[in-house]
């Protein structure tokens, strides 16, 4: 069974930073390119951004990109979300998924001083 | 960036009848290889989202054939026929041509 299990999030103040982990079980992680998703709430989904199988290629969205960075380590079958300089906009919960086919059950990140 | 717009449904929807959602693109999800890059997802309450549909109309795996997608480039409509108690909750419809990925904002189906 595919499991994707997302940490760390956290009350965080404004400017700071925040480093997200998903880890991934029940199917061979360094085949598949994986993204991060977010919802605020009440509200719909945004993308933010991608990461290719070896970790050499990333692909962000503009609200979050030189702020946010994804990587992996295949060999613990995990996905990183390092968050720096966070806004208040930047509330939401936070999901790792599997080419938008598997989904975790999200981690909510807060920002407020 | 392509700007997904969602329809309305005439909510309260009564069990058993069938309702279709509407998604309209602001630029082709067709490419050149044939394919329409658009999916549709289902949250449910208190859940994350489920991939319904891929590449404008094909099921995914294990997903009810209740279910079906279609469209053209630009205008696309996800119909559920005999609408059941576990259809409750909010679908998204994605296009995954261009970056950034984008969402539309959603549509509410309740249940009568």
């Given at each position: 069974?595919?499991?994707?299990?997302?940490s760390?999030?956290?009350?965080v103040?404004?400017?700071?930073?925040?480093?997200?982990?998903?880890?991934?079980?029940?199917?061979t992680?360094?085949n598949?390119?994986?993204?991060?998703?977010?919802?605020?709430?009440?509200?719909?989904?945004?993308?933010?951004?991608?990461?290719?199988?070896?970790?050499?290629?990333?692909?962000?969205?503009?609200?979050?990109?030189?702020?946010?960075?994804?990587s992996r380590d295949?060999a613990?079958?995990?996905?990183?979300?390092?968050m720096s300089?966070?806004?208040s906009?930047d509330?939401?919960i936070?999901y790792?998924?599997?080419?938008?086919?598997?989904?975790?059950?999200?981690v909510?990140?807060?920002?407020?001083? | 960036?392509i700007?997904?717009?969602q329809g309305?449904?005439?909510?309260?929807?009564?069990?058993?009848?069938?309702?279709?959602i509407?998604c309209q693109?602001?630029?082709?999800?067709l490419?050149?290889?044939?394919k329409?890059?658009?999916?549709?997802?289902?949250?449910?309450?208190?859940?994350?989202?489920?991939?319904?549909?891929?590449?404008?109309s094909t099921?995914a795996?294990?997903?009810?054939?209740?279910f079906?997608?279609?469209?053209s480039g630009?205008d696309?409509t996800l119909?559920?026929?005999s609408?059941?108690?576990?259809?409750?909750?909010?679908?998204y419809c994605?296009q995954?041509?261009?970056?950034p990925?984008?969402?539309?904002?959603?549509?509410?189906?309740e249940?009568?």
């Amino acid at each position: 069974e595919v499991q994707l299990v997302e940490s760390g999030g956290s009350l965080v103040q404004p400017g700071g930073s925040l480093k997200l982990s998903c880890v991934a079980s029940g199917f061979t992680f360094s085949n598949y390119w994986m993204d991060w998703v977010r919802q605020t709430p009440g509200k719909s989904l945004e993308w933010i951004g991608e990461i290719n199988t070896d970790g050499s290629k990333t692909n962000y969205a503009p609200s979050i990109k030189d702020r946010f960075t994804i990587s992996r380590d295949n060999a613990k079958s995990t996905l990183y979300l390092q968050m720096s300089n966070v806004k208040s906009d930047d509330t939401a919960i936070y999901y790792c998924t599997r080419i938008y086919l598997s989904w975790g059950q999200g981690v909510m990140v807060t920002v407020s001083s | 960036d392509i700007v997904m717009t969602q329809g309305a449904l005439p909510n309260p929807v009564p069990s058993g009848e069938s309702a279709s959602i509407t998604c309209q693109s602001s630029k082709s999800l067709l490419h050149s290889n044939g394919k329409t890059y658009l999916n549709w997802y289902l949250q449910r309450p208190g859940q994350s989202p489920q991939l319904l549909i891929y590449w404008m109309s094909t099921r995914a795996s294990g997903v009810s054939d209740r279910f079906s997608g279609s469209g053209s480039g630009t205008d696309f409509t996800l119909k559920i026929s005999s609408v059941e108690a576990e259809d409750v909750g909010v679908y998204y419809c994605q296009q995954f041509l261009e970056y950034p990925r984008t969402f539309g904002a959603g549509t509410k189906l309740e249940l009568k």
